[in-house]
């Protein structure tokens, strides 16, 4: 295993402040028995491949790997705060560890497609294609910093997790709430082109202020125990 070194230059701040996993074993529930299984997949991913490890003490590195491309990253038990999204490049997997709890901090507004320009659409986490997303335990959440109300909750945005034309991402585990939009994101690429072969496993997505999980165009979307 490898952990990340030097200081992060790409993208916005992300703060941490490091904290034991506290799940217990043997109550039963649901959310304990996904905190289970995401701390298996942890380990299992952990102890493949020579994932970059993401120190608690230097958190900004998340950033660097996912800049450098690094194809595994393993991001242990903590409080995260971003400083805007975060872009997952294609083929990359991201696993948290159980006991998780990160937010977004997101101050750009959503924008209606003009004549001038594009749609600027607004997320949290957006996905490349092949993305293997591991997040069981872990909770995900949006703020609004920007000035004045939050936008209304459009197809546009703010999402939590998005993917535009992506075929092959996986996400598995993790809640995702109050985000003035969507948890999940399904939508069509630059192109209309639509996403394809994405499976959702173990997710909860509540409390969003337009929807859980919206798909507009895709082809090959598996979703199971969410």
């Known amino acids: 295993m490898r ?3 030097g200081s992060a230059r790409h993208g916005g701040a992300l703060h941490s402040k490091a904290m034991p996993c506290r799940g217990k074993v043997g109550q039963g529930t649901a959310r304990q028995g996904k905190a289970i299984l ?3 997949l942890f380990s299992a991913i952990a102890a493949a491949q020579e994932p970059v490890i993401i120190p608690t003490s230097a958190p900004l590195e998340l950033r660097s790997a996912l800049a450098m491309h690094t194809p595994y990253i393993v991001v242990p038990a903590g409080q995260y ?8 490049p294609s083929g990359t997997v991201v696993c948290w560890a159980p006991g998780s709890t990160i937010k977004f901090q997101i101050s750009e507004r959503p924008q209606e497609c003009t004549e001038e320009s594009p749609a600027v659409i607004v ?7 092949g993305v293997d997303w591991i997040a069981h335990g872990s909770t ?8 004045g109300s939050p936008p209304a909750p459009t197809s546009l ?3 939590l997790l998005y993917g535009r034309g ?13 985000t003035p939009g969507d948890g999940v994101y399904i939508g069509p690429g630059p192109n209309r082109e639509p996403c394809t072969d994405w499976q959702i496993d173990d997710i909860t997505a509540d409390a969003n202020w337009r929807q859980g999980l919206s798909i507009t165009s895709a082809n090959g979307v598996l979703v199971r125990n969410s």
């Open 166 to 178: 992506v075929d092959g991402v996986r996400i598995r585990g993790g809640e995702y709430r109050e």
């Open 3 to 5: 952990t990340m070194q």
């Open 81 to 88: 705060v971003f400083d805007g999204g975060i872009e997952i």
């Open 140 to 147: 995900f959440s949006v703020q609004w910093t920007g000035e």
């Open 38 to 40: 995401g701390l298996l």
């Open 157 to 159: 945005g703010i999402h």
């Open 123 to 129: 997320a949290a986490v957006k996905f490349g294609a």
